[in-house]
């Protein structure tokens, strides 16, 4: 009996995801009539101190181990919100280069080309820095680092500036390069 | 004949001849190249309906050959669906080569613990039935309706997660899949709990998702194959006021 009703209820959970899945692929359409709104700025620099192994060592020897725990776990926190920020605005512009990915201009196409391949790895290390940041606000000493994300993120940056300036190049973006 | 026996015949008949029709678009469109795995299972599918079919109409009626040849052409039929969804995990990450490596883990992970969990299953309740061939069926039926059930879902959201932008065909196959597959899990459940097939508003019911399923498959497949729908009126554009942000943050990295 328990396990008849486990099936049943893990086939009726299958259907709500596989329904929420489905409405979850039209709202994703919709996020690209006002990208703006959808993005959220993320601050480099103090994304990268965060997950400094660095200054976590610096924090580590210079603070008592029950206060090193205490701020390790809000930078974790704080460092969790970077990454989910960083994702969520790799999601959007992934939705923007692809369009990009068949315009006619070979360079335009190359750069979107990149730009998608480089949200799709910073998605990627997404998921797989989340769960290691969370395990690391349970064990604030373990040594945890999310630097690829940084150093993705940026990499995106420069990418989405790239394409900006070979799909609208009179908006002056280039000249800041 | 009574209303009920015709419903039953109705629901039984019906899926069959739209997949014959689904055949048919499919050739016409080219689809068969594109998918020919879910090409197979649609001939499959309907191959086996007619030499059932036609046992049901002889001496032989819903017998002992009925049953084995029921339980043959469900473990091909499974085995040709697995491949489906093979092809499907293919056609959802083809345009991104920056994840291929994550497919196969995907689709093997999947496997792997949808397989624990199934084996758990089977193992925990290897069903009551009498015959060990309808036993075994049972089990099997099971198991695999929770692995399918498994990979569709992960499938479908790793998809939604990377944001790949899915084309219409091979969603509906997968939509009329996963559900297909998470209602013969429902039926499990229940063909558990009452301890014996052949329930048959439990049969109708099933027989009825079956044609709505085929009838997604061949909404899908007769609809042009839409690429995601950007505004009309403007061309996707980046977004200004990040742009500058991130312009900012680039003039920075340039400088240090």
Redesign the interface.
């Known amino acids: ?1 328990i ?6 209820l ?3 959970l ?2 709500f ?2 329904v929420r ?2 409405r ?2 039209t709202l ?2 919709n996020v ?2 006002n ?2 709104e959808h ?1 959220r ?1 993320v601050d ?2 103090a994304f990268r101190n965060l997950v400094d192994p660095g200054e976590e060592e610096f924090l580590r020897t210079n603070l008592p181990p029950a206060e090193f725990r205490m701020i390790q776990r809000e930078r974790l926190r704080a460092a969790v919100e970077y990454v989910s920020c960083a994702a969520q ?1 790799a ?1 959007i ?4 280069a ?3 990915r068949r315009s006619s201009d070979l360079a335009t196409a190359e750069a979107a080309e990149k730009l ?2 480089n949200a ?2 910073l ?2 290390y997404a ?1 797989h820095a989340i769960p290691r940041l969370y395990l690391g606000m349970i064990f604030p000493g373990a040594g945890i680092s999310a630097v690829r994300i940084v150093e993705s993120y ?1 990499q995106m ?2 990418q ?2 790239l ?2 300036c070979l ?2 190049p009179t ?1 002056g ?1 280039s000249a ?2 | 004949m009574t209303p009920l026996r015709l419903l039953w015949y109705c629901l039984w008949v019906t899926p069959h001849a739209l997949q014959g029709m689904i055949l048919l678009v499919m050739v016409r469109r080219r689809l068969d190249r594109q998918f020919p795995m879910f090409f197979l299972y649609t001939v499959f599918e309907v191959l086996q309906f007619v030499v059932l079919f036609t046992i049901s109409q002889s001496h032989l009626q819903f017998g002992e050959a009925y049953a084995r040849v029921y339980s043959v052409g469900l473990a091909l039929s499974t085995a040709v669906r697995f491949s489906v969804i093979h092809e499907l995990f293919g056609h959802f990450f083809r345009r ?4 291929d490596g ?1 497919r196969q883990l995907l689709f093997r992970g999947t496997i792997v613990v949808m397989l624990l969990v199934a084996v758990g ?1 089977a193992v ?2 290897p069903g009551n039935g009498a015959d060990f061939l309808v036993r075994i069926t049972y089990v099997l039926d ?1 198991t695999v ?2 692995l399918q ?1 498994g990979l ?2 992960s499938l ?2 790793f998809s ?4 790949l ?2 084309r219409s065909h091979a ?1 509906g196959i997968a ?1 009329g899949l ?2 297909l ?3 013969e ?2 039926t ?3 063909w ?2 009452l301890g014996a097939f052949g329930n048959i508003a439990v049969n109708l019911f099933t027989m009825a998702t079956y044609n709505c399923c085929v009838l997604i498959w061949i909404f899908c497949l007769t609809a042009e194959d839409r690429r ?4 009309t009126n403007r ?9 500058e ?10 400088h240090q």
């Open positions: 009996m396990v008849a009703l486990i099936l049943a893990s086939a009726l299958a259907l995801f596989l899945l489905t979850g692929r994703n359409l690209l009539e990208p703006t993005i700025s480099v620099e605005n999601a512009l992934l939705r923007l692809d369009a990009g998608v391949n799709l790895r998605r990627l998921l940026e940056t420069r989405v500036v394409l900006g799909q609208y908006r973006v800041a390069l | 991104y080569p920056t994840l994550v299953l925990s309740a099971r309706s929770a059930c569709l879902i479908l959201w939604r997660y990377f944001v932008s899915w969603f939509l996963g559900i597959a998470s209602v899990l429902a499990s459940a229940i558990l709990h995601p729908q950007y505004p061309s996707p554009k980046l977004p200004t006021y990040d742009l942000i991130w312009n900012q943050e680039l003039e920075r990295l340039l």
